[in-house]
């Protein structure tokens, strides 16, 4: 039976994660992250789980921990944000590199400078190259199902990869919602006993992490890491399959919000996806088909599926929460790609919104739907990427 | 195991650093790894930070280790065994292990002293039951002879050349194994190969405590001291009776020195044989020998009264 609460988004990932209870789980503060972790600390000194906990002094020992922690044959985890993600990255690709499934929800927020501790998606838009598996969450409900999700497309034989679980730093993490929360059984059956591949600790069979290779199998390595990446979305849609028996919720690779006979679309992640969706709603009792895609995987992206989804649209704009300066925003590259493949193309701009946690209101998806629909009955278009939100 | 304390008692054990490395000849490194694996009963799990011994152990589907070993990156094999020794400990309590494991990381003294400085310090405080050996040649070597905390003062190195106006390094070496004492672990102590029965000791010491230990073991190496391939064990010597690099040890916080030289010698006869001290010995430059053999005796002086303190 579920069970529903009110609780913030921090505290839903704790909670998953309680209740996978893993074996080892790097901890180290930063905002909006801390408060996550934080419980977790609480749940082992309260004797709620019993997970070892390595209480790092930086992200880049809480990486490095979780990589010999994993290596040695484990369920690992551990969760960060913004500058600590940052401070990771070489470890991330280490991590990817050896095949390790370590789970991280990660709480987005802007890098610095100037220093700013609000919600963006710099962080993990700029770990993108890292080689993990990334699912992205509205609210705190798909941030938790996500998590528990994630252990199994991560784990799962045919991938050994690590994943990370984003959502909006306070937006989401510290924000009350309702939401349902599965039986700790379920949870345990779901995620099952974790399985060993080449553990450090078969004593019997020793084995060498890490070696140097150069030009004669580097290259093969790499193309075995694409070659996994490509079966990742199959496990996605049947771990959500089967997750949607336990909790009636339903995920696929992305989410197609009154898509079908749609115009004009948004594309866009996270948290602002949910304050679009009255926007378009509001637009379609207006007669004006508007809909919106929100992706859940971005990495693998799903280009294919994406550009299905949106090859009867005439006008689309990518909505971007980081920027790739001197370049378009991460998201509106990958969906541009998508869309490159189809041989009748909706026009496509790129707006960035919510730097730093600067608030995006319904006003600002109302004033690029009605560019979008400008464009989509044959004006054209001013600018293909703009920063929208802008004090002047 | 390493019941009897003699050479050829130590020559009948399996070695688990096997031959097939691709270290150079005359380095001092592989000898270090050697001898502290002969010193260590029963499983053990070795990780290593990036450098000479990592790039030239581990190559593509060769290895030349017998144990576990791990390799992640340059700053973090404390970071990494950390993690390693905390799964152990995790899956001990959850009985899904019953060996009792050793972990032992190596590290150079670039990834020791500088770069993993932090997580060898964050590892140390945490208490995880490991020993870190740090083999100190003095230098990157592996990036090809740069300059690092642990370069001793007045040596020529690829980033402070001997030049005409700057003589080599003017900063003196940071006091590793003191830093490490000071974190209050049980066991802190400098070796060197050319002493290999207190060496062995002192590992053997090592793995009789629980927690963190750290050993700094002095590594010649021929390529950045400019030497004879042949002269690793002979200048670890000429280090240990010059007072260069004494070997002592911190028990529990009692400092003692373990091996004092019969003679102690000038420090010159350790810096002779080594090309990276070539500009010390050139006209206009004595002052500058001079004042390494000042630093030698005043750091000896100090540790000696620290000794008889106890």
Redesign the interface.
């Known amino acids: 039976m579920a069970k529903v609460v009110a609780v913030t988004g921090n505290e839903a990932v704790a909670e998953a994660l309680r209740q996978v209870n893993p074996?080892?789980c790097?901890i180290y503060p930063i905002t909006p992250q801390t408060d996550m972790m934080q419980r977790y600390a609480s749940f082992i000194n309260n004797g709620k789980v019993?997970?070892?906990?390595?209480?790092?002094?930086?992200e880049?020992?809480s990486m490095?921990?979780?990589?010999?922690?994993?290596?040695?044959?484990?369920r690992?985890v551990t969760a960060t944000s913004s500058t600590g993600l940052a401070l990771m990255w070489?470890?991330l690709h280490?991590a990817s590199g050896?095949r390790l499934p370590i789970i991280m929800p990660v709480v987005n927020r802007a890098l610095s400078a100037p220093l700013n501790i609000h919600g963006d998606h710099s962080d993990a838009m700029g770990a993108r190259d890292t080689g993990w598996i990334q699912i992205w969450s509205e609210n705190g409900q798909e941030a938790y199902d996500n998590t528990i999700q994630a252990f199994r497309i991560g784990e799962h034989m045919d991938i050994r990869l690590p994943a990370m679980v984003c959502m909006d730093g306070f937006i989401i993490s510290h924000s009350i919602e309702r939401m349902e929360y599965l039986e700790d059984a379920e949870v345990k059956k779901f995620v099952g006993e974790f399985k060993n591949l080449h553990p450090?600790?078969?004593?019997d069979k020793?084995?060498?992490?890490?070696?140097?290779?150069?030009t004669?199998?580097f290259h093969e390595y790499k193309r075995a890491q694409h070659e996994v990446m490509t079966k990742v979305k199959g496990v996605v849609l049947e771990v959500a399959g089967e997750f949607e028996k336990l909790s009636g919720r339903k995920y696929g690779l992305f989410e197609s919000y009154r898509l079908e006979d749609a115009d004009i679309a948004l594309v866009i992640l996270n948290s602002a996806a949910g304050t679009s969706k009255d926007v378009v709603d509001a637009f379609r009792d207006r007669g004006i088909k508007a809909g919106l895609l929100k992706p859940r995987l971005f990495r693998p992206f799903p280009y294919e599926e994406v550009a299905a989804a949106l090859k009867n649209t005439k006008a689309v704009c990518v909505m971007d929460r980081a920027d790739s300066f001197g370049g378009y925003g991460p998201l509106f590259m990958e969906v541009s790609s998508a869309l490159y493949q189809l041989r009748n193309r909706p026009a496509l701009i790129n707006k960035i919104y919510g730097l730093g946690g600067r608030d995006y209101l319904p006003s600002h998806a109302e004033l690029v739907l009605n560019e979008l629909d400008g464009i989509a009955k044959g004006g054209k278009i001013n600018v293909f990427k703009e920063y929208i939100g802008v004090r002047e | 195991m390493a019941s009897g304390l003699t050479l050829k008692e130590l020559s009948k054990q399996e070695d688990r650093f096997t031959h097939g490395h691709r270290m150079c000849a005359g380095c001092g490194a592989p000898i270090v790894v050697k001898m502290v694996l002969l010193a260590t009963e029963g499983p053990v799990i070795a990780a290593n930070a990036t450098g000479c011994l990592e790039v030239s152990s581990c190559i593509s589907e060769y290895t030349a280790w017998k144990i576990p070993w791990i390799h992640t990156a340059f700053e973090n094999a404390a970071a990494t065994l950390s993690g390693v020794e905390t799964m152990y400990r995790s899956l001990k309590k959850r009985g899904r292990i019953d060996k009792d494991v050793k972990f032992i990381a190596f590290g150079g003294d670039g990834g020791t002293y500088d770069i993993g400085f932090q997580s060898l310090s964050g590892a140390m405080e945490r208490g995880h039951d490991m020993i870190y050996v740090c083999y100190d040649n003095g230098a990157y070597m592996n990036t090809g002879i740069q300059r690092s905390s642990a370069t001793p003062l007045g040596a020529d190195t690829t980033t402070c050349p001997a030049g005409d106006v700057v003589p080599g390094k003017l900063r003196s070496r940071k006091n590793l194994t003191k830093i490490m004492a000071a974190h209050n672990i049980p066991y802190a102590a400098q070796a060197s190969p050319s002493h290999w029965m207190d060496l062995i000791k002192k590992v053997q010491k090592a793995h009789s405590y629980q927690g963190p230990k750290f050993l700094n073991i002095i590594s010649p190496c021929n390529r950045g001291w400019r030497s004879k391939t042949n002269d690793a064990i002979t200048l670890s010597r000429l280090a240990v009776n010059t007072c260069y690099w004494p070997l002592y040890e911190i028990d529990n916080g009692v400092t003692k020195i373990t091996s004092t030289p019969k003679e102690k010698l000038p420090i010159a006869d350790f810096m002779k044989p080594q090309g990276r001290f070539k500009h010390v010995f050139a006209p206009g430059n004595e002052w500058l020998l001079e004042k390494i053999q000042q630093e030698v005796d005043a750091e000896w002086e100090k540790l000696q009264k620290e000794a008889k303190c106890g």
Do not use: F, N, Q
Not at chain 1, 50 to 58: C, F, G, H
Not at chain 1, 66 to 74: M, P, R
Not at chain 1, 200 to 203: A, F, P, Y
Not at chain 1, 206 to 214: D, E, M, R, T
């Open positions: 074996d080892v790097g019993d997970t070892e906990a390595v209480l790092v002094e930086s880049h020992s490095s921990a979780c990589i010999g922690a994993s290596a040695a044959g484990g690992v070489e470890m280490i050896d450090l600790l078969d004593l020793p084995k060498s992490y890490g070696p140097l290779i150069l004669d199998l």
